[in-house]
């Protein structure tokens, strides 16, 4: 099976299985999600994904390596995650 998530940059196996266990199964809805809720979702449904899979999903819906990113936009996508937390974190 051509996964079409593992072809974006900083997404491997793992990731994408996260991805899709949360119903995102193409670069279009992760696109559409955006990087913050993605991650949201995934740690919601219980996976126990550190900052980095944020950063990655950036990383990756902006055709660049997460750790090229920089501090003051990593620091934005860090205001944006914890401006609306979710309901319960565990």
């Known amino acids: 099976m051509d996964d079409e998530l593992q072809h974006l940059k900083n997404l491997g196996k793992t990731s994408a299985q ?11 809805d992760l696109r ?6 993605a991650y949201r979702a995934v740690r919601a449904r219980g996976f126990r994904a550190s900052k980095v899979l944020l950063y990655a999903i950036e990383g990756a819906l902006l055709d660049m ?17 914890q401006a609306h937390p979710a309901h319960h974190q565990p």
């Open 18 to 28: 996260w991805l899709h266990a949360v119903g995102i199964h193409s670069a279009t």
């Open 65 to 81: 390596q997460w750790n090229d990113l920089p501090p003051d936009h990593k620091a934005q996508l860090n205001s944006q995650l």
């Open 32 to 37: 559409r999600l955006g990087a913050v809720s």
